[in-house]
């Protein structure tokens, strides 16, 4: 979806930007973090098989690591999107009000 042309009102702003913004971002993240899981699922089946390989061990470690830290940028995604939506109340709650996210 596209933004209108001219000059954004709040409502606008709210439907064209901010939300589709804040979704796209959450869906991305996710989509990182379904895929890391599946890499982090296949590298403990190998461990499972060769526990002594260490090569395996030090990868798995590290698609943990990695795993972890999404999971965590998910966490401040969600902490931006709260301070946005209340700047954005604060500013345009006389002109409109935004319709809950999820």
Same mark, same amino acid.
């Given at each position: 979806? #596209? #933004?209108?042309?001219?000059?954004? @009102?709040?409502?606008?702003?709210?439907?064209?930007?901010?939300?589709?913004?804040?979704?796209?971002?959450?869906?991305?993240?996710? #989509?990182?973090? #379904?895929?890391?899981?599946?890499?982090?699922?296949?590298?403990?089946?190998?461990?499972?098989?060769?526990?002594?390989?260490?090569?395996? @061990?030090?990868?798995?470690?590290?698609?943990?690591?990695?795993?972890?830290?999404?999971?965590?940028?998910?966490?401040?995604?969600?902490?931006? @999107?709260?301070?946005?939506?209340?700047?954005?109340?604060?500013?345009?709650?006389?002109?409109?009000?935004?319709?809950?996210?999820?």
């Amino acid at each position: 979806m #596209a #933004a209108p042309g001219g000059t954004l @009102n709040c409502e606008d702003f709210s439907m064209f930007q901010m939300m589709e913004a804040h979704l796209s971002r959450d869906k991305a993240i996710k #989509a990182c973090i #379904a895929q890391t899981s599946e890499v982090v699922g296949q590298l403990r089946e190998e461990r499972a098989k060769d526990g002594e390989n260490l090569a395996v @061990n030090k990868q798995l470690r590290k698609e943990q690591t990695k795993l972890k830290l999404m999971q965590s940028e998910l966490n401040v995604e969600e902490v931006v @999107n709260d301070r946005s939506l209340k700047v954005f109340s604060e500013r345009c709650r006389i002109h409109y009000t935004p319709p809950k996210v999820k």
